[in-house]
């Protein structure tokens, strides 16, 4: 089956679309006009308050949301708080790692993710957890 997987910044503009539309997903990502491509994951613990009423309108309207966030626990266990299905993970600075030390230290970070289980905080949310490498520079995170 295919699904239509919409990823978008936090505007008022693209989310009435989001919600017009109705994708079955919905991956929020930080955005910047000048960006091609994203540098690095959102900030949900600084952005948190933004996104929980979106993340709740997208909700109430049957879709599935994602947050792409940078590979820390902190990052993932706020993720999780604000009740997402999924996050994706920004591994940029992985993919680009020049020296086994930076990759192996990055990659770390990315492992630790399925233990979250174990965090009291997001056990219940992330109990089931895989990653699933996407790209080069992105990893899902299924819950």
Request: proline share 3%.
């Given at each position: 089956m295919t699904k239509l997987?919409?990823?978008m910044g936090n505007t008022a503009e693209i989310i009435d679309v989001a919600l017009?539309?109705?994708p079955e997903e919905v991956?929020?990502?930080p955005e910047k006009r000048e960006e091609v491509t994203t540098e690095g994951g959102l900030d949900v613990i600084a952005q948190r308050k933004e996104l929980e009423p979106t993340i709740r309108r997208l909700q109430a309207a049957g879709i599935r949301v994602s947050l792409f966030i940078d590979p820390t626990l902190e990052q993932v266990?706020?993720?999780a708080e604000l009740g997402v299905e999924m996050v994706e993970l920004h591994t940029g600075r992985?993919?680009?790692a020049f020296t086994e030390k930076i990759q192996s230290k990055n990659?770390?970070?990315?492992?630790?993710?399925?233990a979250l289980h174990q965090n009291p905080i997001c056990r219940s949310t992330l109990a089931t957890a895989s990653i699933t490498k996407t790209?080069?520079?992105s990893?899902?995170?299924h819950v």
């Open positions: 997987n919409l990823e017009r539309i109705k991956c929020l990502v266990d706020v993720a992985l993919a680009n990659w770390n970070n990315c492992e630790r993710l399925p790209s080069r520079s990893t899902k995170f």
